[in-house]
């Protein structure tokens, strides 16, 4: 199916159109990433295993919490620019960048590795977002990507401190 990513609404808000079409773009991918991400949490807090479980458990459900709050406002900034955000599981999946968790990580510290690899690679391009919604003269969807990618650097020390001694 093809995914039609361009502005297809009028709006009033001062940024020019052909910026908004790229900004839509990026939110857009940015959306699908988180979404899949989310549901990689997800997939982590159920089939952990191992004496770590409790906490990494609860640790994995936090993070989802605050992913999945992410994936509203990213595709509410999508909207706001007058795009249409690109929101269904179907579309996530198919537009995602990150790899798929694998099913066979369900040791305590295999899930860490998997959701701190995670965590990076989304990390990793939220912030390029930043740069590229300054570029497109959109100060309001580079400080969205600005807190969406301080956010996870955190949880991501959280997640890979397990790993560091
Ligand atoms: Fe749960």
């Not at 249409?84 to 305590?108: F, H, I, M, Q």
């Amino acid at each position: 199916m093809a995914t039609d990513t361009r502005v297809t609404f009028s709006t009033r808000i001062d940024i020019p159109a052909g910026a908004r079409e790229e900004l839509v773009e990026v939110l857009n991918a940015r959306l699908a990433d988180a979404f899949d991400l989310y549901s990689q949490l997800k997939q982590a807090h159920w089939n952990v295993k191992g004496s770590d479980f409790i906490q990494l458990h609860g640790l994995y459900d936090t993070v989802a919490a605050d992913v999945i709050d992410f994936v509203d406002l990213i595709a509410e900034r999508a909207t706001a620019l007058g795009g249409l955000a690109l929101g269904t599981a179907r579309l996530a999946a198919s537009a995602s960048s990150l790899d798929e968790y694998p099913l066979d990580a369900v040791a305590g510290r295999d899930t860490v590795t998997v959701v701190a690899d995670r965590l990076a690679a989304f990390g990793s391009t939220v912030r390029a977002g930043i740069d590229r919604a300054a570029d497109l003269g959109d100060q309001d969807t580079a400080d969205l990507f600005t807190e969406v990618s301080r956010a996870i650097d955190k949880h991501l020390w959280f997640v890979e401190a397990h790993l560091q001694a």
